[in-house]
């Protein structure tokens, strides 16, 4: 568990492009469900816990303007959650994808082994394969005359 928790800080403090990227996708898919999960069933519990305070209302009011500190403890933890199921999700899909690479290194593993080329066939690659490379001089090429 201790190092899944170090995993998932690693996780939000590395702003890696390629996570950060499918964070966004996979955070905008699952924004309703997330946002439901926060504001029916963790902020009515920790409202309960710390004696039915609606963080929402949580404000500092001077004169007509109003700052709103429930609103911004509210965000904070649904960016944490957000984070926290991609972050699951992109372990699952990690694993999966190992796990296929595994197989398809063992069905490897099982076919049978590619006959030996002829010997015109490993020439001409070969052949190919320094032309491709440049490793032959141009002036050792003749061209044909007219």
Do not use: C, W
Request: charged letters at 25%.
């Amino acid at each position: 568990m201790k190092k899944f928790f170090n995993d998932f800080k690693d996780f939000i403090s590395k702003g890696n492009v390629i996570d950060l990227a499918v964070a966004v996708v996979i955070g905008n898919a699952f924004n309703a469900i997330v946002t439901s999960l926060v504001n029916d069933i963790i902020m009515p519990f920790v409202g309960i816990i710390i004696g039915g305070i609606n963080f929402t209302s949580i404000k500092i009011t001077y004169g007509t303007s109003s700052i709103l500190i429930g609103s911004f403890i509210q965000n904070i933890i649904n960016f944490l959650i957000i984070a926290l199921s991609i972050f699951v999700v992109i372990q699952v899909f990690s694993k999966l994808s190992h796990l296929r690479k595994k197989e398809e290194d063992d069905l490897k593993e099982k076919l049978p082994p590619e006959p030996p080329k002829k010997e015109e066939i490993r020439l001409l690659e070969e052949i190919r394969d320094l032309l491709k490379d440049g490793d032959i001089p141009k002036k050792e090429i003749k061209k044909p005359k007219k």
